[in-house]
C-alpha cells in the first residue's frame, strides 16, 4: 500500500524554502508529439500507418518498415513491469531534492519497451498501467502504477510531482458567488483540500451559493474583485503565500455581438473580468506561487483557468464575450510560460454553455455546474493541461481540426 | 555463397601506450590526444610524419572532430577515421586500421581514445548522450548509465539466477589485478564485505559496481609486421575481429549483446576456439555486461556464467584471467578511452610489457567491447582476438 502522505505542516518561518528547480527541459520535436497527447489526458504513441508497428521513444520514421507514415494514436496502456530500480544518485539538481527515486523498465502490451516513472506499489513481474504525465517542466513523461488501482494511489510522493492533487494543499477560488464555485468548493472538500479560500466582490449582491460556502467547513471567504488591483494586490497580501491551487472561475457572461449589439460598456467590463482580470491575479499570486513550487510536498502546483470553450472560436451571439475568453486564453499561455521557471502549471479548462440565468437562451445539451466541477478536480488529480468538458466543446474541438473554415462559418448556440 | 572473410595476415598491433588518468583534468580531449601521438612516436622511434593514418575516438573533442584534431597536432595524414562508439571503439579502431594498412590505403595508423573530464563533464555527456536518451532516459531521474544498468542487472540476476556475490568475485579478481598497475586509479584491495555493503547507488548496483568517470588516454599502432620488424618493436597479430550495432532489438530488456550474433564466425576465423584463450579483457563499464560477454562469447552457456565461474581464479596467475590490469572497474573510465583500454592491455601483455601483471605464457588474449547506451541499451559490440607476434 502506499506511504501515507505526510500532512502539511504549519510552516516553519526560520527554515529556509525550497527553491524551485525543475527536471531536465530539453526534448526533440518528435517528443513534443508526446506532450500534447498528456496534455488531454490520452495514452497515445506514434503507430506506423503502414506496418502497424508502434513507436517508443518517439522518431520520424517508423523503425520497422522504415515509413515516415507515422501517427499519434490511442493504443493500451497496459504493459509488464520487467525490471526497477530505486535511484540513490542522479545528476540532475530536481532529482536529488527528491531522491530516492523510482524508475522502471516496461515492456508495453502495444509493444515497444519504456523507462517510467515507478508507483511505490509495483513489483517486478507485475501487470502495470501507464499513463502520459506531465512533469514539472512541462515535458510528458510515462509514469506506471498496478494494473488495478489501489488505497491511496495519489499519495505516491514521486508521482505527486507530476499532477496537482489537491489533497492536502490549499485553494483559492475566485468567485464564490456563482453555482460553479459552490460545486467547486464541495469537490475540493471532497477531494481532500486543505484550506478552500473563496472570494468574492460586489458586496451589496446577495448570493445563496456564497451563502453555502460559507457553512461549509473548510471554506474562509474574503472579499476579492478582479476588476480593482487594490483588491487583488490585498488579498495576495494576505493569502498568497498559502495558495497552492488557483482557480480563476472569473464569470461574466452578456449575449450579444458587435452590430446588433454595440455596447462597450458589456464588452469593457468583460475584458476587466476575464482579461485584465487574469493579469491582475497573475501579477499579485503569480510570482509568490512560482516561488514556492518546490515548498514541500504540498508547495504551489496549479494555476487553472476556466475558459469557454468559445475561447477557441467566436461564436456570433457572445460575440465579444468570446473575444474576451480568446484573449484570456492567450495570456494563459504567456502566464504558462512565465510560471514553468517554479514548475507551477497552468491548466486550462474549456466548457460549453451551463445551466445558469445567463445561458438561458442556449439550448441543451447544457453543462451543469456539479459536473464541472468535478471534471476539474478529476483534472488536476490527473494533471492534465488542457480539458475540454462537455459535447459542445469536445465537438468544438473536432470541428476545428477538421475545418476550422466550417466551424467559423455555421457555429451556433 | 557467402564471401569468406580475408584473414589479417601481415598486420602488426603495437605500441601499447596509457597516458596516467587522473580523476578531473583542467587539460582537454586535444591535450590527451596530443600526449598519445607524442607517446607513441616515442615509443615506437618514429617521426611524427611517419604516421600517415588516424582513428580518434572521445566524448568531448567537441566543438572539433578529428579533423580538427590533425590541425593542433600539425599533421597531414592521408587516412583518417572519427570513431564515435564509445566503449566498443577501441576494436573497431583496430579493425578498421588494419584493413586501410592491408589495403595500402595508409602505413602506419595511430589509433587513439582520448578523453578529458572536468568537473561538469559527465554530466554535460549524458544530458545530451543522444535523441533517444535525452527524450526518453535522461528526464527520468537523469541516472545517467546507472539506471539503464540497474535495470539490465536486476533483470539479468533474476532471470539467470546469478547473485550480488558472483559480480563481488570479479570485481575483487579484477582490484588484485590492478594492484601493481601504476596508472590504476583504485589500488586499495577491495574485500568482499566492503563490495557487498558499498553505498547503494541505484539497486542492485552499488558503489563498486561502478566506473569512475577520469580523464586520460589510450593508444596504440598499427602497421604491416614487416614495419614493426624493422622498428624492432614487440608486436601482435589479429586472429579474427567482429563487430555488431544494435543486435536482438526484439528482446525487451538487453541480457546478451551482438556477440553472441558473431561468435562461430568469430572463432572460426580465428581458427581457435575459446579454450585456447589465455585470458579475456572484457569491457566492465558494470560487471553484469562482463558476464555477458563470458556467455556470448562462447566461454559458458547464457545463464550458466555463475556456475562457470565457481572454479575458476580471475587474477592474473588464476585459471581464468579477465582485466588484467584491472579494468575500467578499477583503473578508472577515461571516456572512449574505455574502449581503448581493453586493446592496450592485450597488447601490453602479448609483448610482455606489463608492469608485475603479466599472464604466464599468454599467446592469445580475448579484447572484447561493449558500447553506446542510445535508450534502454547498449547498441554496439565488437571484439578481436590477438596473437603473439
Given at each position: 500500500m502506499t506511504t501515507l502522505l505526510p500532512t502539511p505542516k504549519r510552516k516553519d518561518p526560520v527554515k529556509r524554502t525550497r527553491k524551485p528547480s525543475n527536471p531536465p527541459r530539453q526534448r526533440s520535436r518528435e517528443a513534443q508529439g508526446l506532450a500534447a497527447m498528456a496534455a488531454s489526458g490520452r495514452f497515445a504513441l506514434q503507430v506506423c500507418q503502414e506496418c502497424s508497428k508502434v513507436q517508443y521513444p518517439p522518431q520520424q520514421f517508423c523503425g520497422s518498415c522504415l515509413s515516415d507514415r507515422l501517427k499519434w494514436q490511442d493504443v493500451g496502456n497496459g504493459g509488464k513491469l520487467l525490471a526497477e530500480t530505486t535511484l540513490q544518485h542522479s545528476n540532475d539538481i530536481f532529482f536529488r531534492d527528491r531522491l530516492p527515486w523510482r524508475l522502471g523498465i516496461i515492456v508495453a502490451d502495444a509493444g515497444p519497451s519504456i523507462v517510467v516513472h515507478l508507483a511505490e506499489d509495483c513489483v517486478q513481474g507485475d501487470r502495470v498501467r501507464m499513463s502520459l504525465a506531465i512533469d514539472r517542466s512541462g515535458n510528458a513523461a510515462i509514469t506506471a502504477r498496478p494494473e488495478k488501482p489501489i488505497a491511496r494511489e495519489e499519495d505516491d510522493l514521486q508521482l505527486r510531482e507530476m499532477a496537482f492533487d489537491p489533497k492536502d494543499r490549499r485553494v483559492l477560488i475566485v468567485d464564490g458567488k456563482t453555482e460553479i464555485g459552490l460545486e467547486l468548493a464541495k469537490a475540493f472538500t471532497k477531494a481532500g483540500a486543505r484550506d478552500i479560500f473563496v472570494g468574492h466582490s460586489q458586496p451589496w449582491r446577495a448570493s445563496i451559493h456564497l451563502d453555502a460556502i460559507k457553512a461549509m467547513d473548510k471554506t474562509t471567504t474574503y472579499p476579492l474583485d478582479v476588476t480593482d488591483t487594490d483588491s487583488v494586490e490585498e488579498l495576495a497580501a494576505m493569502i498568497g503565500d498559502?495558495?497552492?491551487?488557483?482557480?480563476n472561475n472569473s464569470y461574466h457572461l452578456r449575449m450579444g455581438g458587435v452590430l446588433d449589439r454595440f455596447d462597450i460598456n458589456t464588452s469593457h467590463d468583460e475584458m476587466e473580468i476575464h482579461y485584465h482580470g487574469l493579469m491582475r491575479l497573475a501579477a499579485y499570486f503569480g510570482p509568490v506561487m512560482r516561488s514556492r513550487g518546490a515548498d514541500g510536498h504540498h508547495g504551489a502546483s496549479a494555476w487553472l483557468n476556466i475558459l469557454s470553450a468559445y475561447a477557441w472560436i467566436n461564436n456570433p451571439l457572445l460575440g465579444t464575450y468570446s473575444a474576451s475568453q480568446a484573449a484570456a486564453l492567450s495570456l494563459s499561455q504567456c502566464l504558462r510560460t512565465e510560471l514553468a521557471d517554479g514548475g507551477v502549471r497552468v491548466v486550462n479548462t474549456f466548457i460549453g454553455p451551463i445551466e445558469d440565468e445567463w445561458y438561458q437562451l442556449a439550448p441543451p445539451p447544457k453543462l451543469v455546474p456539479a459536473t464541472v466541477a468535478k471534471r476539474i478536480v478529476e483534472s488536476l488529480q490527473r494533471g492534465l493541461e488542457d480539458i475540454p468538458i462537455g459535447a459542445v466543446a469536445e465537438e468544438?474541438?473536432?470541428?476545428?481540426?477538421?475545418?476550422?473554415?466550417?466551424?467559423?462559418?455555421?457555429?451556433?448556440? | 555463397?557467402?564471401?569468406?572473410?580475408?584473414?589479417?595476415?601481415?598486420?602488426?598491433?603495437?605500441?601499447?601506450?596509457?597516458?596516467?588518468?587522473?580523476?578531473?583534468?583542467?587539460?582537454?580531449?586535444?591535450?590527451?590526444?596530443?600526449?598519445?601521438?607524442?607517446?607513441?612516436?616515442?615509443?615506437?622511434?618514429?617521426?611524427?610524419?611517419?604516421?600517415?593514418?588516424?582513428?580518434?575516438?572521445?566524448?568531448?573533442?567537441?566543438?572539433?572532430?578529428?579533423?580538427?584534431?590533425?590541425?593542433?597536432?600539425?599533421?597531414?595524414?592521408?587516412?583518417?577515421?572519427?570513431?564515435?562508439?564509445?566503449?566498443?571503439?577501441?576494436?573497431?579502431?583496430?579493425?578498421?586500421?588494419?584493413?586501410?594498412?592491408?589495403?595500402?590505403?595508409?602505413?602506419?595508423?595511430?589509433?587513439?581514445?582520448?578523453?578529458?573530464?572536468?568537473?561538469?563533464?559527465?554530466?554535460?555527456?549524458?544530458?545530451?548522450?543522444?535523441?533517444?536518451?535525452?527524450?526518453?532516459?535522461?528526464?527520468?531521474?537523469?541516472?545517467?548509465p546507472n539506471s539503464s544498468f540497474a535495470f539490465l542487472t536486476d533483470y539479468y540476476m533474476r532471470e539467470f539466477g546469478v547473485s550480488r556475490e558472483d559480480f563481488g568475485k570479479l570485481c575483487i579478481a579484477q582490484r588484485d589485478n590492478a594492484l601493481p598497475v601504476a596508472h590504476a586509479m583504485m589500488k586499495k584491495p577491495l574485500t568482499m564485505e566492503q563490495y557487498l555493503n558499498a553505498r547503494l547507488i541505484a539497486d542492485p548496483i552499488r558503489l563498486f559496481d561502478c566506473v569512475m568517470p577520469c580523464?586520460?588516454?589510450?593508444?596504440?599502432?598499427?602497421?604491416?609486421?614487416?614495419?614493426?620488424?624493422?622498428?624492432?618493436?614487440?608486436?601482435?597479430?589479429?586472429?579474427?575481429?567482429?563487430?555488431?550495432?544494435?543486435?536482438f532489438p526484439d528482446d525487451p530488456v538487453q541480457f546478451r549483446g551482438g556477440w553472441a550474433l558473431d561468435v562461430d564466425e568469430f572463432y572460426s576465423q580465428a581458427g581457435i576456439g575459446p579454450e585456447d584463450i589465455n585470458f579475456l579483457q572484457a569491457y566492465d563499464d558494470y560487471p553484469v555486461i562482463c558476464f555477458m560477454q563470458i556467455e556470448d562469447l562462447g566461454f559458458c552457456k547464457k545463464g550458466e556464467v555463475a556456475n562457470f565461474l565457481s572454479d575458476k581464479d580471475l587474477t592474473v596467475n588464476g585459471n581464468f584471467p579477465v582485466n588484467t590490469s584491472g579494468g575500467q572497474l578499477?583503473?578508472?573510465?577515461?571516456?572512449?578511452?574505455?574502449?581503448?583500454?581493453?586493446?592496450?592491455?592485450?597488447?601490453?601483455?602479448?609483448?610482455?610489457?606489463?608492469q608485475g601483471h603479466q599472464v604466464e605464457k599468454a599467446k592469445h588474449g580475448l579484447v572484447s567491447c561493449f558500447g553506446m547506451i542510445n535508450y534502454d541499451r547498449g547498441l554496439c559490440t565488437s571484439a578481436a582476438i590477438l596473437e603473439r607476434g
Open positions: 498559502k495558495v497552492e491551487i488557483m482557480v468544438i474541438i473536432q470541428r476545428l481540426a477538421e475545418n476550422p473554415k466550417e466551424i467559423e462559418r455555421t457555429i451556433k448556440l | 555463397m557467402v564471401k569468406k572473410r580475408q584473414n589479417y595476415d601481415g598486420i602488426a598491433v603495437c605500441a601499447p601506450v596509457t597516458i596516467p588518468y587522473s580523476r578531473y583534468s583542467l587539460r582537454s580531449a586535444q591535450w590527451f590526444c596530443g600526449r598519445s601521438i607524442a607517446e607513441l612516436i616515442k615509443s615506437a622511434k618514429i617521426e611524427k610524419n611517419d604516421i600517415d593514418g588516424f582513428c580518434i575516438s572521445s566524448f568531448t573533442l567537441a566543438p572539433d572532430s578529428a579533423v580538427g584534431l590533425m590541425q593542433h597536432a600539425g599533421v597531414s595524414p592521408r587516412w583518417l577515421d572519427h570513431i564515435p562508439m564509445g566503449g566498443a571503439s577501441g576494436v573497431v579502431a583496430l579493425r578498421r586500421a588494419a584493413r586501410a594498412i592491408q589495403a595500402g590505403d595508409a602505413e602506419l595508423i595511430a589509433c587513439i581514445g582520448a578523453d578529458t573530464n572536468h568537473v561538469d563533464t559527465f554530466r554535460d555527456t549524458i544530458a545530451t548522450f543522444s535523441q533517444f536518451a535525452n527524450d526518453a532516459v535522461y528526464p527520468y531521474g537523469s541516472g545517467g580523464a586520460g588516454a589510450e593508444a596504440f599502432l598499427v602497421m604491416s609486421d614487416e614495419r614493426a620488424q624493422s622498428l624492432h618493436i614487440p608486436y601482435t597479430t589479429i586472429l579474427s575481429t567482429i563487430e555488431r550495432h544494435n543486435a578499477s583503473v578508472g573510465q577515461a571516456g572512449a578511452g574505455g574502449g581503448y583500454l581493453g586493446v592496450v592491455e592485450t597488447i601490453r601483455q602479448l609483448t610482455q610489457q606489463t
